[in-house]
Each structure stands twice: as C-alpha cells, then as structure tokens.
C-alpha cells in the first residue's frame, strides 16, 4: 500500500513514515506542505491513501481536503490532527474523507487506521466521535491564546525563526514578534525553548 503523509510536524511525520514502513505491506513517503503534495499528485504519483494534517501550511482546513480530493481522483484522501474538533471530523467525512485520524492515536492505533482506509473503508474513532460536543476535553493551553497565537506557538515548537513563521502564515515578521511577546506572557515562558516544552508538555502539539 503506498502512503503519502503531508504534514510540517518533522517528528510526528518522520516516525509515522518508520512505523509504516517497518510494519511490512506499507511503501510511505513523506513531504511537508500542502503544495508539496499537490505537486506529486499533479504529477501523476498514485497513493492508496493520502493523508493531509489539518493544520499544515497552504492547508486552509477543510478547503485542502476538498481541493486534494479533486485532484487525486481515485487517490483516498484523509485528514490527521491534533486540534481539530469533532464538529470538523464530521464534515470531512460528509465531504467524503476517507477518515479523520486524531493524532493521540497510539502507533498500532494509527496504523491499524492507515491499513484500513487504504483498503477502501472510511475511519473515524467511535469515542471521538461519540463524545458529546460539550463533553470534549478542551486543552487548558490553546483556550488561553487565540488562534493566531496557537499558529506561531506551534511553529515555536517546530524550531522555526520569527521569518520562517511570518512567512508560512503570510504575514509580518514584527506581527509574529508580537505574538510571540503576547503568548510568552500568556503561558508562562521566557524564552522560545521554553515556550516549546510548556506546549509539548500539554499535549498541545
């Protein structure tokens, strides 16, 4: 089964691409943007299953979705995230998603996942989904910024300077240093390093 993973997260995408391709069965490549894998897409590269994090850049939410699932044709296409709702889980399999896939699966969870939308089924969590939308545990962290703040912590986190995130959210490198000054205050941190491990430590990421 190939296996394209689109996401900005290194980590999180390097080791999803080593479980993969060390569980047997699975050929995974990876890229870090939206563009990206539209561009192998457009190029012709077939995958049983494309899976696009729901936050990365050139994404646009739910817009991505619908944009892969136009270009990809017979190409399965599913959504990976850490902080979208139940609400968005839903419309993405309305749109005909192959799947949403939470990224607190555990490891054989996910794969589990992959094998199964890759072999034509649509996946959704049943506990996810069947939480009440008022019983769904909010992240005490991401409840104290807004969402343009979660946007440049996030890229905190993954090591970016103030220009790489200016530029990813296509706006103004002093707008980020704003942002930056504001979300420190927020939650605690003095400095970038710190920022990061407050965010991971929350489950944010």
């Known amino acids: 089964m190939r296996v394209l993973i689109a996401d900005d997260h290194d980590l999180l995408r390097d080791t999803l691409q080593a479980f993969l391709n060390a569980e047997g069965g699975f050929d995974a490549g990876t890229v870090a943007s939206f563009d990206e894998a539209v561009a192998q897409v457009e190029a012709g590269a077939h995958y049983d299953l494309i899976l696009l994090d729901y936050s990365m850049p050139g994404m646009r939410g739910l817009d991505g979705l619908k944009r892969m699932m136009e270009l990809a044709g017979h190409n399965r296409v599913a959504i990976i995230s850490g902080t979208a709702s139940r609400e968005i889980a839903e419309e993405a399999l309305a749109v005909g998603a192959a799947g949403f896939v939470p990224k607190t699966l555990s490891a054989k969870s996910l794969i589990n996942a992959v094998r199964f939308m890759a072999m034509g089924e649509q996946y959704a969590p ?70 990061a491990m407050i965010a991971k430590e929350a489950g944010l990421f």
């Not at 090591?159 to 959210?169: C, V």
């Not at 980020?176 to 400095?191: C, E, M, P």
Request: zero cysteines; proline letters at 4%; aromatic letters at 2%.
């Open 126 to 195: 049943l506990e996810f989904m069947r939480a009440p939308a008022e019983e769904e545990d909010a992240n005490p962290l991401a409840e104290m910024l807004s969402e343009r703040e979660l946007q440049v912590l996030e890229g905190l986190t993954q090591g970016k300077a103030n220009k790489e995130i200016a530029r990813d959210l296509d706006i103004r490198e002093p707008t980020v240093k704003l942002h930056v000054k504001t979300l420190y205050r927020k939650i605690g941190a003095s400095n970038r390093t710190q920022a």
